[in-house]
């Protein structure tokens, strides 16, 4: 959709440079919001970044990104959901695996390596809620404010997206507070 897109592009130009957002998207639109926000960071902007899949696969991810003529060669992927499959090629350079969206320290660890590659702007987390699905909610807030601190002492980007239908009042409160804007998208 036209009007998602430009509305996005929209609620990114007037940022800062490293800026921070949590978008909050219905899961209706979920698929198509990450789709647009990438490629507005990808090639809109020309960045390269690295992307925390939890929702998605990285074969998956990939394919997506094709389909949507986003060029995946200018992202780093840490591929939350792929561990446990056999079947998935475990020596590719643009990918880490992690076992689970549980090991929030491996995810840190793997975060902390590729946002030391040259040419890095943005980190991209695609998915908040399924965060909080498999850890404790302190646990993960904890783990955002972390993150979101080394995004802005790395001078990069950071986009955050979370479902409307899953995600707490109370948490995006919590989060919003961290955050440049809060993009919501229902």
Known sequence: MVFMRQKLKNSLDGLPKDFIVLAIVPSQHFEEANMHLLSILINDYGQKGSYLSINRPYTSMVSLMERNRIEHQNVSFIDCVSAGVSSVKKDLTNCVFINSPQDLTSISVALSELMKKPKQ????????????QYNNTRLVIRFIHSLISRIRLSGLKGVM??????????????????????????
């Open 121 to 132: 702007d943005f980190v991209f987390l695609d998915s908040l809620n399924l965060l909080f």
């Open 161 to 186: 997206l979370s479902l409307s239908e899953d995600t707490d009042k109370k948490i995006v409160a919590e989060l919003s507070q961290l955050c440049d804007k809060v993009i919501d998208l229902t």
